[in-house]
């Protein structure tokens, strides 16, 4: 555990390096469309996910990938982990998220996020913010943009009883496109509230896409459903892994995490 608890702190220190690099690097691209600062986005996550690779011994596996369609799409991932907020934009051409409006105010970061037309909400204004951003979201995916959202709301850990909220189901009713569900494990190799990086192999999986046209409470049955069951089946196999390699799961990333 002494060797993972180093890896882990170099990792943490490079990751926030490598950061730093590909915020100045990208300084240019403020005066370019947004797909340029989408490729520096891109870039920093691949490289993040190669460092983590490399020093820290976890693999990523990626399965399911020809199921995401073309064009519009609905991207819903269980969100156990930091590591999906950057990892997932790797794969779609014009990906959206829903961030606190807070993250906007950050030099050089937030103008990345208000450049590349991320919405930006404030969670303490009420129903009717969250209904604008609902709407606005519903209008930028019908434009041809890939929302990657989380439909929990936030980072639960590993075996935390799922809490799927409605935003995303008015999100999915009014834009009229598919919906990807996505399941993961990474909450056992990067876990919240924990600088703790740990080997095996993190695996996200890409599932059956829902179709467009469902009502509301239809597509929130079947997409926590989805997810759930799905994920609930990575993490047992990838706990079998740590077990092997560390004769226990450890205790941050276990059920009480």
């Known amino acids: 555990m002494v060797s993972i608890f180093l890896r882990s702190l170099v990792y943490n220190v490079l990751f926030y390096l490598v950061l730093a690099f590909w915020v100045i690097l990208g300084i240019p691209t403020y005066l370019m469309p947004r797909w340029a600062i989408m490729n520096i986005a891109r870039n920093w996550a691949r490289s993040s996910i190669w460092l983590m690779r490399v020093i820290c011994n976890t693999k990523v596996e990626y399965r ?3 199921k995401i369609p073309k064009g519009p799409l609905i991207v819903a991932s269980k969100h156990q982990s930091m590591w999906e907020t950057f990892a997932l934009l790797q794969f779609f051409d014009q990906p959206l998220f829903i961030l606190k409006r807070e993250l906007k105010w950050i030099p050089l970061f937030g103008w990345y996020l208000i450049k590349s037309d991320m919405i930006g909400v404030d969670r303490s204004a ?9 709407r606005r979201a519903g209008e930028e995916v019908r434009r041809g943009r890939q929302l ?80 759930e069951d799905a994920t609930n089946r990575l993490v047992e196999v990838a706990r079998g892994e740590q077990a092997q390699l560390f004769g226990r799961v450890p205790d941050r990333v276990s059920a009480k995490a």
């Open 148 to 227: 990657i959202i989380f439909p929990e709301g936030t980072r639960t850990p590993v075996d935390a009883p799922p809490h799927y909220k409605t935003g995303v189901a008015q999100i999915y009713v009014d834009s009229g496109v598919p919906c990807v569900p996505v399941a993961l494990n990474s909450g056992l190799f990067w876990p919240r509230r924990t600088f703790m990086r740990y080997p095996g192999t993190l695996v996200v999986e890409f599932l059956d896409p829902l179709p467009s046209g469902l009502s509301r409470r239809e597509f929130i049955a079947r997409v926590s459903t989805v997810i």
């Open 126 to 134: 009420g129903g009717r913010a969250l209904l604008n951003m609902a």
């Open 64 to 66: 399911g990938l020809e």
